[in-house]
């Protein structure tokens, strides 16, 4: 695993927010809400909250300067990957007719930016105040030259092996997230599953210290 | 401990682009020496009691790699510096370095020094990475010595002048290559050094610059970065030089930027450049394109122009310019302008040097030189120049084949230079002569290894209960199973069965060895299989793939004794229908192993009507009505001369040389395993259509039959060649009175085939899968698993169709299987030749004791001689019609039919004609025996 570091209230403007790192992997979230809804036509259910997520790539995020145009098919998809994920933490019947917003963005991209997005996501929705049900983290895990490895960085994701992202809700010990883009014989994949189940739980124990942390700050803060 | 690792790196799109990496930092590397203990590492390869720890930089790697190879040095650490460097500069160099790593039996470390604490630097401001390197090299071997105390050496050997002098302020031993391997006092080894490259400390290299003695005899190589412009604009041509065959003065860069061959001629004009180089080429003015008749070039001729005999320095004479097409161009005045662009080779790009298998050329022994003598090697391989090197061991070497590898060619001298090797053995030595065979050809004949021989099932094998009571396994045991195969085959992978049925029907059984019940995916045995991808059959041995008590006992499904197998049956009609498909693990028992001629005869004799005749009886009928049907198709039944020899079993010298015959039988089996081919092929593609193991066989194009329809069309026939049934009808129909006339034709259009290569399919599109010669639109090989791995893929791949067996997971990586393609093809080509130089080997000891007149029958016009093709005996060879030293201009080549004709009289050679040659073992130079063939 990777070093991890999170930083908790890096965006003064927003409700809540966190920077989160995983090894070289850099990502930021901001969380506005609960607040009115905005748009009353993408109000589905008024008994529960409207999740919106929107994940963006820094053009400088990468070695290549390319441009990452808003919207495209990988954000989006990763957009809706992370609300999904969210959305089944978040206690979204208790606060009706209110909308929360996720924004993060990549701000270094080496491998995993999708589990360091839903980390970072954790971090601020938990420094928003919203309720939860658990505390979601996420982990990749490949499987190259017969062993399994957790927290791909970008060389050993571009390896052509296979890529298992898991988010797990940690105490619940629920799954809210299972990607993978190859195929897997099904006893390996239960080990590269169990591997980044464990790296899930490594960095929700680093959540929770970080966040108990940060709860400590504002206890001393407060007097 | 984390550190970030910076670096510039320039894209394949020649963008440059910057990497960052983490790189993390460990304290629990283990050093890897038996004497450590604070280290705990599971293997300690370095001896405890080793008299010194040798630490090694790049350049000792990249040009020392034969010293290290040899046994003599051991307790080697490798830092992984070193190795990305070596890695980087030479990827054959670094394959061997690791194979040595990973050898078991040799005491060489890996010591990943770039993540170990200690031992990590960082790159200071102003240091080039080259300086940081050797600094980190430095670093490394001082952390060994600290680590390990005083009582044992630990020794950089450097050939660099400047790393060795800050090693020895900083107070590590240092030495160089010679003088540490000087210190061995084995006086062998110091053969194996390479010679340095200047700027590096020698001891020679004092004596060696005289420089009012030396002359510049080849042009320098332009610098890379005007080659990269030169080519980016134009002027200059990229592609792989190939030297001709017969003509070692003649070379041929395919380029893609003119889409046409380069000729180049002569050595000056090569610039230094071996076979298989990747090189710079400009095109010459125009003018000086000349049309180069094709020659005949007798290696004799190179031999008696030379007279360098060699003491020390002396090699480097003024450029003997034997180009020998352009002399003779020159002199006749009818110099046509070629239509193949000439150029001389500006720079080389890549270079493929090898170890080159070959001899000394004889010389007197030096008296008194020290012990050392220049001598030059010359390789079996023609193309390749000779080489120059140094040995103390003349006197040993002179008489034996021997190994040599290439160092450098510098501007100076007209010979390369380079080291021996080791040596192989006598000259003239059959055993020796195989050996270079198999060396040449890459075919790894090591005795299987330990780990590869504990995969093997307990022996004596029998059949298990297990096996019986396996549900996909059928048993067959009842069913009257036979084989049929050459005389004397002790790896008998196939056998048949044929059963009328009660409607009228026949079911006929294809029953494979099953080899893939013993070998396992991933074991050591399937990894050494892979390897070596093909049994290699030469005269009067076999090199298996599989070990020995396998390939002839355990899968050899031999007669009386229950073997498992994997099986296709058919029901097929009397008139060869195939009416349904089955396929199975079975168990039988094969009720006769036959040879071809004991099947036929027993066809033959019409007072045989037991069961087992019957049966191949009805096989046969069978066959020749799938054959016909193959055949209308548009199959080409196409003709080789394949040799057979006698030989005498206590001295394995052949006795008795002829071409092997085809039976009837023969057709029958080969019939039956091409269907059991096509129709796994058809099943395994089914379910896996994007990692099934298939063969094909591409359509020759319109510049490779080119040869055949000039020789067809000079004596009247003509070929059509616009598909392969137009072809095949029109070689049936090629016929005259001659009665060889047809199998001649036959043979001519075989060689201008392309090869048949395995592939993975889903690296090509289904169109692409033909076979050409077979007319299959698919084809594998599933029949002889004992000896070929593609074959045992195939059943592993048929295995998992059918649910028997999971797919092991070397399937899902595309990319892998390919390389294991690619590898197959390579060693199925190496097989072919290795046997076909061992037939030659073989025919080359036949006729020394046993000058002979026979036919022969022209194949080839040359401008100085023409080139026979002797049926009886399946050789080919030159016949010069004009002396040597004589340059042949009396005789005119008529192109167009391919006629030599003597002016003024009515002498003349068409190509096809029939002449009575005398064949005759001569030996020009001493150790070179060949086959002379003369006119009589």
């Known amino acids: 695993m990777r070093q991890l570091k999170g930083e908790i209230g890096v965006v003064a403007k927003a409700d809540g927010s966190a920077l989160f790192e995983m090894g070289n992997t850099r990502v930021i979230a901001a969380v506005y809400g609960p607040r009115e809804v905005q748009n009353k036509g993408q109000q589905v259910n008024s008994k529960e909250a409207l999740v919106r997520c929107e994940y963006r790539m820094a053009e400088f995020s990468t070695g290549d300067r390319r441009r990452k145009p808003k919207g495209d098919r990988r954000s989006t998809e990763i957009s809706l990957v992370i609300r999904q994920t969210m959305e089944a933490s978040i206690l979204t019947h208790l606060m009706p007719r209110s909308q929360i917003d996720i924004f993060v963005q990549v701000l270094q991209a080496d491998g995993g930016t999708r589990s360091a997005c839903i980390n970072a996501a954790t971090l601020a929705l938990a420094d928003a105040g919203i309720p939860m049900r658990d505390i979601v983290t996420s982990c990749s895990a490949g499987y190259l030259c017969s062993t399994p490895l957790l927290d791909l960085n970008y060389i050993e994701d571009s390896a052509g092996g296979p890529d298992v992202t898991v988010g797990i809700l940690a105490k619940m010990d629920k799954v809210t997230l299972l990607q993978m883009d190859a195929k897997l014989p099904m006893d390996t994949f239960e080990n590269v599953m169990e591997l980044a189940i464990e790296g899930c739980k490594a960095i929700a124990n680093y959540i929770r210290e970080v966040l108990l942390e940060n709860t400590k700050r504002l206890e001393c803060q407060r007097g | 401990m984390l550190q970030s690792k910076t670096f510039v790196k320039k894209t394949k799109a020649g963008r440059v682009q910057k990497v960052v990496r983490e790189h993390y930092l460990r304290d629990d590397i283990p050093c890897g020496a038996a004497s450590c203990s604070a280290c705990a590492a599971v293997e300690h390869p370095l001896a405890a009691d080793a008299a010194a720890i040798l630490v090694v930089d790049t350049n000792v790697v990249l040009h020392q790699i034969d010293l290290l190879e040899n046994p003599a040095i051991e307790d080697v650490v490798l830092l992984s510096v070193v190795l990305d460097e070596v890695k980087n500069k030479n990827l054959s160099v670094f394959n061997r370095i690791k194979a040595l790593c990973s050898n078991k039996a040799r005491r060489f470390f890996v010591f990943t020094n770039e993540h170990h604490r200690d031992t990590y630097i960082k790159e200071m401001v102003g240091e080039s990475p080259n300086d940081r390197n050797d600094r980190a090299i430095r670093v490394a071997t001082r952390w060994y010595q600290s680590h390990l105390g005083d009582n044992i050496k630990v020794l950089l050997i450097t050939n660099d002048r400047d790393n060795k002098r ?13 003088s540490y391997v000087r210190s061995l006092a084995q006086p062998g080894l110091l053969d194996l050094v390479a010679v340095s490259t200047s700027g590096d400390v020698t001891m020679e290299d004092a004596e060696d610059l005289r420089p009012s003695k030396r002359k510049v005899i080849y042009s320098e190589h332009k610098p890379m970065s005007e080659i990269t412009s030169g080519l980016r604009c134009g002027i200059y041509h990229q592609g792989k030089l190939r030297v001709n065959r017969y003509n070692p003065f003649e070379a041929y860069v395919g380029s893609e930027s003119i889409g046409d061959e380069i000729v180049i001629h002569g050595r000056s ?61 020159a002199s006749s005045a009818a110099a046509v302008v070629s239509s193949h662009p000439v150029g001389r080779v500006v720079g080389i790009i890549k270079r493929n040097w090898n170890s080159y298998c070959g001899s000394l050329e004889p010389m007197p022994m030096p008296a008194g030189s020290g012990g050392i003598a220049h001598a030059l090697f010359v390789s079996k391989d023609r193309r390749i120049p000779k080489i120059r090197i140094q040995t103390r061991q003349l006197g040993n070497l002179l008489d034996k084949r021997i190994i040599v590898a290439v160092d450098l060619w510098d501007v100076l001298s007209r010979y390369p230079s380079g080291h021996y090797v080791r040596t192989i053995g006598d000259i003239g030595d059959k055993d020796t002569e195989t050996e270079v065979v198999l060396i040449e050809n890459d075919i790894n004949t090591r005795p299987f290894s330990t780990q590869v021989l504990a995969c093997l099932p307990p022996l004596p094998w029998t059949l298990s209960p297990e096996d019986l009571a ?11 199973v036979f084989s049929v195969d050459p005389p004397g085959c002790r790896d008998i992978d196939d056998a048949l069965h044929c059963t009328p049925l009660p409607n009228g029907n026949f079911e006929v059984g294809v029953h494979i060895a099953d080899v893939t019940n013993f070998v396992h995916p991933g074991t050591p045995l399937d990894e050494e299989a892979t390897q070596r991808g093909t049994s290699v059959y030469l005269v009067g041995q076999r ?40 396929y199975t693990k079975s168990v039988i028992k094969s009720c006769a192993a036959m040879s071809y001629v004991e099947a036929q005869a027993r066809m033959d004799d019409s007072r045989l009507v037991d069961p087992l005749t019957v049966d191949l009886r009805n096989l046969n009928s069978l066959a020749k009505i799938m054959r016909h049907r193959r055949c209308e198709r548009g199959a080409l039944t196409l003709a080789s001369a394949e040799v057979k020899f006698e030989i005498d079993s206590e001295t394995h010298d052949p006795l008795d040389i002829g071409i092997y015959q085809i039976r009837e039988a023969n057709q029958m089996i080969e019939e039956f395993m091409l269907a059991a081919n096509i129709s796994v092929a058809e099943k395994i593609l089914k379910h896996f259509p994007l990692c099934s193991l298939l ?18 069309s000079s004596v009247g026939l003509n070929l059509d060649v616009s598909s392969s049934k137009a072809l095949a009808e029109s070689l049936d129909n090629a016929k005259n009175d001659d009665p060889y006339f047809n199998k001649l034709i036959r043979i001519l259009a075989t060689r201008c085939m392309t090869q048949a290569v395995y592939f993975c399919s889903g690296d090509l599109t289904f169109s692409e899968y033909y076979h050409y010669g077979l007319a299959a639109s698919l084809y594998t090989h599933f029949t002889s698993p004992i000896r070929r791995y593609a074959d045992v893929i195939v059943h592993r791949l048929l295995a998992a169709a059918l649910d028997i067996a999971k797919l092991p997971p070397l399937f899902q990586d595309g990319p892998q299987l390919t390389g294991i393609a690619d590898n197959l093809n390579y060693r199925h080509r190496n097989a072919q030749m290795a046997s076909r130089a061992s037939v ?36 080919e060879g030159p016949i010069y019609l004009t002396p040597k030293g004589d340059k042949g201009v009396d005789w005119v080549v008529d192109e167009v039919h391919q006629r030599v004709t003597k002016p003024g009289t009515s002498v003349s050679y068409a190509v096809l004609q029939t ?9 020009p130079q001493p150790h070179r025996p060949k086959l002379q063939l003369t006119l009589i």
């Open chain 2, 166 to 178: 800050k090693a020895i302020e900083e107070g590590i031993n240092a030495e160089t290559v010679e």
């Open chain 2, 470 to 480: 396996n549900r996909n396994r059928q048993d067959l045991r009842h069913v009257r």
């Open chain 2, 840 to 875: 030659e080997l073989h025919t080359l000891i036949y006729f020394r004791t046993r000058p002979t007149d026979t036919e022969a029958r022209i194949v080839k016009i040359k401008a100085n001689g023409f080139i026979v093709f002797v049926p009886k005996f399946g050789i």
């Open chain 2, 269 to 329: 004009n090569m610039n230094r450049a071996f076979d298989g180089d990747i090189v710079a080429v400009e095109l010459l003015p125009q003018d000086q394109w000349h049309e180069s008749k094709s020659f005949i070039v007798d290696d004799d001729e190179d031999y008696a122009e030379e007279d360098v005999h060699l003491a020390p320095n002396s090699a480097d004479d003024a450029p003997r310019n034997t180009n020998h097409t352009q002399s003779t161009v």
């Open chain 2, 915 to 923: 002449v009575m040659i005398h064949m005759e073992v001569v030996e």
């Open chain 2, 543 to 582: 090199i298996d793939m599989l070990p020995k008590p396998l390939t002839e006992d355990v899968c050899s499904l031999r007669a009386d004794v229950e073997r498992l197998a994997f099986s296709v049956v058919w029901e097929m009609t009397p008139h060869a229908d195939i009416i349904s498909t089955r």
């Open chain 2, 695 to 712: 063969r094909r066989h591409p359509s020759p194009t319109k510049e490779m039959l080119e040869p055949l329809l000039r020789t067809t």
